[in-house]
């Protein structure tokens, strides 16, 4: 079965630190380009990085440039999210999705409504 899951959140302090995880499962990432989305209470799903399908590009959104780092290991099928310096805006959930795209990221992430497959998120909590 075709799916994403992600894996990682918790509950830390400000200026702590997260790795999320996004592993596939029933297809490929060789050919899809990777992001992660985040939604906070009341706010509007909010893409924060994105990856290519090769790794050879990425985006980030201007909130979390220097803090927050994109990788991905194909040959696991996973991708993650290394998230330094957190802050209490960072609270949200967080999701991983997955659109059949080559050779992107020329800019940002695109609309969510873009991606074919979505994990079922990832709870991230910063607070003191």
């Known amino acids: 079965q075709t799916q994403l899951v992600e894996s990682g959140g918790g509950s830390v302090q400000p200026g702590g630190s997260l790795r999320l995880s996004c592993a596939a499962s029933?297809?490929?990432?060789?050919?899809?380009?990777i992001a992660w989305f985040r939604q906070a209470p009341g706010k509007e799903r909010e893409g924060v990085s994105c990856?290519?399908?090769?790794?050879?590009?990425?985006y980030y959104t201007d909130s979390v440039k220097g803090r927050f780092t994109i990788s991905r290991d194909n040959a696991k099928n996973t991708v993650y999210l290394q998230m330094n310096r957190l802050k209490a805006e960072d609270t949200a959930d967080y999701y991983c999705?997955?659109?059949?795209?080559?050779?992107?990221?020329?800019?940002?992430?695109?609309?969510?409504?873009?991606?074919?497959?979505w994990g079922q998120g990832t709870q991230v909590i910063v607070s003191s």
């Open positions: 990856i290519r399908n090769d790794g050879g590009r990425t």
């Open positions: 999705a997955a659109i059949p795209r080559i050779h992107g990221v020329d800019g940002t992430c695109g609309h969510w409504a873009e991606y074919n497959y």
């Open positions: 029933g297809f490929t990432l060789d050919y899809y380009e």
